[in-house]
């Protein structure tokens, strides 16, 4: 069964989660920050917020409707990692750009992801960077990989960044502390490609 709550809440956790204001958050979505600030602030709680806005706000956080930041998430997970890059949403200056389609240029199956959590915090992968997903690529020990878990309780899947210990999926993080590994099965845990490169834009 889906968990659902108050979507103000939620829209007020992913801003807190990711430090943005409602209208920073906003703006990021490509929302017009009225969007979220009327909706938030209305205390009658009669104001509505649109589909697309949500889905908007999913976009660009990576954080699931069905999924309350701060809420425990199933054993060895932490929260949402990544999300695929908005290119147009996301601030990038020219040179950041510039590199990711030459990391794409001639090749199919090359997928820019900007992190958003800590999980491979010691392995050098901030929030902010930009993982660049082969997924042509076999695996091997030591890559970081772009994996998908399946949470049967919610039924919802979650795209994660681990590396990889076969048959493992771990973490490597100074803020998350040990992580149980998670098997990886290609039925609740399968790996979708792996990280051949990193672009900072900070």
Request: hydrophobic fraction near 40%.
């Amino acid at each position: 069964m889906e968990k659902t709550w108050d979507m103000r809440d939620w829209i007020s956790a992913v801003a807190r989660h990711l430090n943005l204001t409602p209208s920073e958050l906003a703006r990021r979505s490509r929302l017009a920050p009225s969007t979220l600030t009327r909706f938030l602030n209305d205390a009658s709680r009669t104001a509505t917020i649109t589909e697309r806005s949500i889905q908007a706000i999913e976009s660009y956080s990576g954080v699931s409707r069905h999924r309350m930041p701060g809420v425990a998430l199933p054993p060895g997970m932490a929260e949402p990692d990544a999300a695929p890059l908005n290119e147009d949403a996301e601030p990038l200056q020219a040179w950041c750009k510039a590199a990711i389609e030459e990391a794409r240029k001639g090749r199919n199956g090359i997928d820019p992801w900007v992190m958003r959590g800590r999980a491979l915090d010691l392995e050098g992968v901030l929030p902010g960077d930009i993982l660049m997903v082969d997924l042509n690529r076999r695996p091997a020990a030591g890559d970081i990989v772009c994996a998908q878990v399946v949470d049967y309780t919610s039924g919802a899947a979650e795209t994660v960044f681990r590396l990889f210990q076969p048959p493992y999926l771990i973490a490597h993080s100074a803020k998350l502390g040990p992580v149980r590994p998670e098997q990886v099965d290609e039925v609740r845990v399968s790996i979708r490609g792996v990280v051949e490169g990193l672009i900072r834009p900070f």
